[in-house]
C-alpha cells in the first residue's frame, strides 16, 4: 500500500505547478486521438483533417508497410526480447542499418531505440569534460540534452549563423580540445533549412566534427551534406519508429561499446523494423510523395499569402499563447487539426500554429484548410484594428 502522505504531498506539489502552467496557457493535456487512412483522425469524438503529424510521405498508412509490419510479426514475433548486446541480433537490424546506409550515402549506421535516444547517445561518446560543443540555438531539446550529458562546454550560436558559430568555434578554445558542431538540416518548429556547406567549410578550417540531425528533412528534402555524422529518425517521413546515425564504420562500431542508449536499450521489436525496411523501399522507389508533400506545402502558402516554404514544416506565428490556442480550437471547429505550439518548445512571443503537409493530403483539403486560416487570420488583423 502506498504512503498516504507521500502521495499527498506529491499531489500538491504537481497542482502548485499545474495550476502555474495553467495560467500561463502552458499545460498541456491529453487529447483521445485515432489516426485514420490518408490525413484523417477521429480526435474527441469528432472527425477531422490531420495538418499536425510528422508522416510527411503518409506511409504509415501505405499497405506495402503495413503487410510488412504484420509478417514480420507473424515470423519474429512481437518483441526482440532485450539488448541486441543481450539477446542476439535480428538480421533485420542489419538489413535495415544497410539499407539506410545506401539511402544517405554513408559507410555504416546504428539504429537506436528512437531519435531522441540516437541525440542523447551521440555527444557523449563523442566528446567530454576539456571539450566543446557549438550548436545552434533551435536544435531540438533531445540534442541539448545530449550535449549537457557529455560534460563538454556548450556553446550556442545564433540560428544558423555561421559567423557566430566561427567566432564560438575559434575564441577561447582549450588547447587540444576536441569540438562538435551540431545542427538540424530542417529545423522543426521553423522549417527552414540549415546552411550546411557553410558550416562543413567551417568545421574542415577549424578542425571540428559536424553533426546533422536530418529528422525532418530524410526522405523529403535533398541537401548535400558534408557532415560526417548525421543521426535521423524512422518516425517522420518513413512513418513507422526508431533512430538512427550514420557515418564512419569504425565510429558506429565504437557505438556498440559507448553509446548507452544502444547498450542498455531493448532493440526494436520486429514489426517495426519490417514495416521501416519496407517504408524506405516505397520512399526510394516512389519519389513522386516527396513532390506531392512539398507542392501541398507550397500551394497553402500561397493561398495564404506566405512566403514560399523550405520544407512540408510551415509555422504561421501568432505571438501570444492564448491566441494561439484559440486559434487553433476554431480550426479544430472547422475540422482541421493543426498544432498549437507554446513556450517553451518556442521562444516567449513566438507561439505559433505549426502546418505540417503531406502526400496523403487531397488539394481541396489544403485548399480548405488555407482559406479557412486566411479568413480567421483577416478577423484577427480587424479585431486589432478596431482596438
Same mark, same amino acid.
Given at each position: 500500500?502506498?504512503?498516504?502522505?507521500?502521495?499527498?504531498?506529491?499531489?500538491?506539489?504537481? /497542482?502548485?505547478?499545474?495550476?502555474?502552467?495553467?495560467?500561463?496557457?502552458?499545460?498541456?493535456?491529453?487529447?483521445?486521438?485515432?489516426?485514420?487512412? !490518408?490525413?484523417?483522425?477521429?480526435?474527441?469524438?469528432?472527425? $477531422?483533417?490531420?495538418?499536425?503529424?510528422?508522416?510527411?510521405?503518409?506511409?504509415?498508412?501505405?499497405?506495402? $508497410?503495413?503487410?510488412?509490419?504484420?509478417?514480420?510479426?507473424?515470423?519474429?514475433?512481437?518483441?526482440?526480447?532485450?539488448?541486441?548486446?543481450?539477446?542476439?541480433?535480428? @538480421?533485420?537490424?542489419?538489413?535495415?542499418?544497410?539499407?539506410?546506409?545506401?539511402?544517405?550515402?554513408?559507410?555504416?549506421?546504428?539504429?537506436?531505440?528512437?531519435?531522441?535516444?540516437?541525440?542523447?547517445?551521440?555527444?557523449?561518446?563523442?566528446?567530454?569534460?576539456?571539450?566543446?560543443?557549438?550548436?545552434?540555438?533551435?536544435?531540438?531539446?533531445?540534442?541539448?540534452?545530449?550535449? #549537457?550529458?557529455?560534460?563538454?562546454?556548450?556553446?550556442?550560436?545564433?540560428?544558423?549563423?555561421?559567423?557566430?558559430?566561427?567566432?564560438?568555434?575559434?575564441?577561447?578554445?582549450?588547447?587540444?580540445?576536441?569540438?562538435?558542431?551540431?545542427?538540424?538540416?530542417?529545423?522543426?518548429?521553423?522549417?527552414?533549412?540549415?546552411?550546411?556547406?557553410?558550416?562543413?567549410?567551417?568545421?574542415?578550417?577549424?578542425?571540428?566534427?559536424?553533426? #546533422?540531425?536530418?529528422?525532418?528533412?530524410?526522405? +523529403?528534402?535533398?541537401?548535400?551534406?558534408?557532415?560526417?555524422?548525421?543521426?535521423?529518425?524512422?518516425?517522420?517521413?518513413?512513418?513507422?519508429?526508431?533512430?538512427?546515425?550514420?557515418?564512419?564504420?569504425?565510429?558506429?562500431?565504437?557505438?556498440?561499446?559507448?553509446?548507452?542508449?544502444? $547498450?542498455?536499450?531493448?532493440?526494436? @521489436?520486429?514489426?517495426?523494423?519490417?514495416?521501416? +525496411?519496407?517504408?524506405?523501399?516505397?520512399?526510394?522507389?516512389?519519389?513522386?510523395?516527396? /513532390? !506531392?508533400?512539398?507542392?501541398?506545402?507550397?500551394?497553402?502558402?500561397?493561398?495564404?499569402?506566405?512566403?514560399?516554404?523550405?520544407?512540408?514544416?510551415?509555422?504561421?506565428?501568432?505571438?501570444?499563447?492564448?491566441?494561439?490556442?484559440?486559434?487553433?480550437?476554431?480550426?479544430?471547429?472547422?475540422?482541421?487539426?493543426?498544432?498549437?505550439?507554446?513556450?517553451? #518548445?518556442?521562444?516567449?512571443?513566438?507561439?505559433?500554429?505549426?502546418?505540417?503537409?503531406?502526400?496523403?493530403?487531397?488539394?481541396?483539403?489544403?485548399?480548405?484548410?488555407?482559406?479557412?486560416?486566411?479568413?480567421?487570420?483577416?478577423?484577427?488583423?480587424?479585431?486589432?484594428?478596431?482596438?
Amino acid at each position: 500500500m502506498t504512503n498516504s502522505r507521500q502521495t499527498e504531498q506529491l499531489n500538491m506539489f504537481a /497542482q502548485e505547478k499545474l495550476d502555474k502552467l495553467e495560467s500561463l496557457q502552458r499545460r498541456r493535456v491529453l487529447h483521445p486521438t485515432e489516426r485514420g487512412m !490518408a490525413s484523417s483522425a477521429m480526435r474527441d469524438g469528432h472527425m $477531422v483533417l490531420s495538418f499536425c503529424d510528422n508522416d510527411y510521405l503518409g506511409l504509415s498508412q501505405h499497405p506495402r $508497410v503495413i503487410a510488412a509490419a504484420g509478417a514480420s510479426a507473424i515470423r519474429h514475433g512481437a518483441g526482440s526480447g532485450g539488448s541486441r548486446l543481450i539477446c542476439g541480433d535480428s @538480421p533485420l537490424n542489419h538489413e535495415l542499418e544497410s539499407l539506410i546506409s545506401q539511402i544517405k550515402g554513408m559507410e555504416a549506421t546504428r539504429l537506436f531505440g528512437s531519435g531522441y535516444l540516437a541525440n542523447i547517445a551521440l555527444a557523449p561518446a563523442l566528446v567530454g569534460r576539456g571539450d566543446i560543443i557549438v550548436m545552434d540555438e533551435l536544435s531540438h531539446a533531445c540534442m541539448h540534452a545530449g550535449a #549537457t550529458l557529455s560534460g563538454a562546454e556548450i556553446r550556442v550560436f545564433r540560428h544558423n549563423d555561421v559567423d557566430h558559430a566561427r567566432s564560438l568555434l575559434v575564441d577561447n578554445r582549450p588547447e587540444g580540445s576536441r569540438a562538435l558542431l551540431m545542427t538540424e538540416t530542417v529545423f522543426s518548429m521553423d522549417g527552414d533549412l540549415a546552411p550546411l556547406e557553410a558550416l562543413g567549410e567551417l568545421c574542415d578550417a577549424h578542425d571540428a566534427w559536424m553533426m #546533422t540531425d536530418d529528422a525532418h528533412g530524410f526522405g +523529403i528534402i535533398k541537401q548535400a551534406n558534408p557532415a560526417p555524422i548525421q543521426m535521423g529518425t524512422l518516425s517522420k517521413a518513413a512513418g513507422v519508429y526508431g533512430g538512427y546515425v550514420s557515418g564512419p564504420a569504425k565510429l558506429m562500431d565504437l557505438f556498440i561499446t559507448r553509446a548507452r542508449p544502444f $547498450v542498455f536499450h531493448t532493440g526494436l @521489436p520486429p514489426q517495426v523494423l519490417g514495416a521501416a +525496411i519496407e517504408s524506405l523501399k516505397v520512399m526510394r522507389d516512389e519519389p513522386q510523395l516527396a /513532390q !506531392a508533400a512539398m507542392n501541398n506545402a507550397r500551394n497553402f502558402c500561397r493561398i495564404v499569402g506566405l512566403p514560399d516554404p523550405q520544407s512540408t514544416i510551415v509555422p504561421v506565428i501568432i505571438g501570444g499563447e492564448e491566441e494561439t490556442m484559440a486559434l487553433m480550437q476554431k480550426l479544430l471547429d472547422a475540422g482541421y487539426h493543426v498544432a498549437g505550439i507554446r513556450p517553451p #518548445t518556442v521562444p516567449v512571443g513566438t507561439s505559433r500554429l505549426r502546418v505540417t503537409f503531406s502526400a496523403a493530403h487531397e488539394e481541396e483539403d489544403v485548399v480548405g484548410l488555407a482559406e479557412t486560416l486566411r479568413s480567421l487570420l483577416n478577423e484577427i488583423r480587424t479585431d486589432m484594428q478596431v482596438v
